[in-house]
């Protein structure tokens, strides 16, 4: 079993509608969250960093974790199709060194 | 443009051969991260260098070997090549060493090995 897992999708929306993007984790170590967005072809690119649980708020991204089920979202609201990309998870333990374990990425499009 | 830098973009090997990719973080960062990532495994963890010191390792291939260097720039070496080996490999920096604030990757090398 992955440490983390993500859905692969592909996840298919409309434009304008909420996305929600979720992992699951097994390592009840794991205190930092991350959220990276990568483009075919490119970098992966921060996005949202959130440390232990509760919710983070930057403009249409609201990232939200709950250590207790071990469980952390995105959420996407208004899509655009320049949000098309695929969507990673990351998460580290303090002792980890710079260590992160990504998830496997869900692959979003987002329709006109 | 993120600020680091990875070359080259593209490489085509054969199978035996041995191949340095090289990385230059973003200004003021002092470690640098290397991951694979291929389709079936994803991002993998390769090892972690902060100001010339070797600081965290992951999966890493004993055929595969890395150093940071006075300047920061950071090389990747991958020796004795394997079809398997052909991956998109990805340099990233921070300022601290902890990364756990996340951190800023290059655009990647893509290894082909035939």
């Known amino acids: 079993q992955k440490e983390v897992e993500q859905d692969p999708g592909p996840l298919s929306v409309p434009e304008g509608a909420i996305v929600s993007l979720n992992c699951t984790y097994s390592n009840s170590a794991f205190q930092y969250f991350m959220w990276y967005r990568q483009y075919s072809r490119k970098g992966p690119e921060l996005l949202m960093y959130?440390?232990?649980?509760g919710n983070k708020e930057d403009g249409r991204f609201t990232a939200q974790v709950d250590k207790s089920s071990k469980y952390i979202s995105l959420f996407i609201r208004d899509s655009q199709p320049s949000d098309s990309a695929t969507y990673l998870c990351a998460m580290s333990a303090f002792n980890q060194g710079g260590k992160l374990i990504f998830g496997q990425g869900t692959e979003l499009s987002v329709k006109p | 443009d993120s600020g680091v830098t990875q070359t080259p973009k593209h490489l085509i090997t054969a199978t035996g051969q041995r191949v340095t990719l090289r990385c230059s973080p973003r200004?003021?960062?002092?470690?640098v991260y290397w991951y694979q990532q291929s389709l079936d495994q994803g991002l993998q963890f390769l090892i972690q260098y902060y100001n010339g010191e070797e600081r965290a390792k992951g999966n890493i291939l004993e055929r595969f070997s890395a150093q940071q260097f006075p300047d920061l720039h950071s090389e990747l070496n991958l020796s004795s090549l394997e079809l398997g080996d052909s991956a998109l490999y990805f340099c990233a920096s921070s300022v601290e060493t902890g990364g756990n604030y996340g951190y800023t990757f290059g655009s990647g090398t893509r290894l082909t090995v035939v």
């Open positions: 200004s003021g960062d002092l470690s």
């Open positions: 959130t440390y232990s649980s």
